[in-house]
């Protein structure tokens, strides 16, 4: 038997809009992400970056990412009948994420519809827009979820 | 004065090919990004995994973008006069990256001008292609990067 789920393609109608999050990130966050991964002057060298065009320590705009991707699990995405993503769209950095910085997510659902090819599955069309806690737009990203569909529809949670 | 580079915009001209790369990504790794920033299990627990519709552990996405960074950053972006990337197209996880892959990327220059707001600024638009040992394609993506341009045009080295 299936795992039972809280959320399925039906609870991700068009125009819904969620908002989660709340992550923020610390300078020792920044530093061990560029270490590993991007090690760019102004992602690494609090130092450094008071030098660079940035005029102090920004978050690598793949940590941003990935924080948005963290905050997204612990919303929805761990209790969703998820299968994964193809891909992504328009994914723009705004504005620096800097030490201290609390962030969260605004998703607009943008587009949902059953995949033909596979009647039990349902493709969702997400913008998510990341704030800080200025509420300006840091960062923007479109993108296509994959989800089962509900087995019974009659069973109707929303995400609320 | 200004910092000398080794790689200015001048050296990214159009249809320009670069490969580059080669890391090998762990079980482990694929495990510790999974734990800091996407726990799905088929990300996070190889047992889970092997119940999942991957058949096995497999990177989280994101975290193939942030090796792809690192290749990047060690193949030519620490030495260039890089300033930035306003965004990302075209993101496609293609095919699973497992324990044990390596990766490299091609990248091809799909377009180079200079910005007409800032006459000692070029844009490069790129598509990296990232193959697996198998030269299979896991991933692609294409983005444009701002890079300073040469002061002194008589000076020309080229990336090879």
């Not at 905050?71 to 761990?78: N, R």
């Not at 994914?91 to 039990?120: C, F, H, I, Q």
């Amino acid at each position: 038997m299936d795992k039972e789920y809280k959320y399925y393609w039906e609870d991700f109608p068009i125009g819904k809009v969620i908002e989660f999050g709340g992550l923020t990130v610390t300078q020792e966050e920044i530093i061990r992400f560029a270490r590993d991964f991007d090690p760019q002057p102004f992602h690494l060298d609090a130092e450094a970056a008071q030098h660079s065009t940035f005029g102090g320590l920004i978050a690598s705009g793949w940590h941003t990412c990935a924080m948005v991707m963290r905050m997204m699990c612990d919303a929805y995405l761990l209790e969703s009948a998820s299968l994964g993503s193809p891909g992504i769209e328009n994914l723009r950095w705004m504005k620096p994420v800097r030490p201290g910085d609390t962030l969260r997510v605004r998703n607009v659902v943008l587009d949902a519809r059953p995949l033909e090819s596979r009647p039990n599955v349902g493709l969702v069309r997400n913008r998510w827009s990341v704030l800080n806690q200025h509420d300006e737009e840091v960062m923007q990203m479109e993108g296509y979820g994959m989800f089962k569909r509900r087995a019974n529809s009659a069973r109707q949670e929303t995400l609320d």
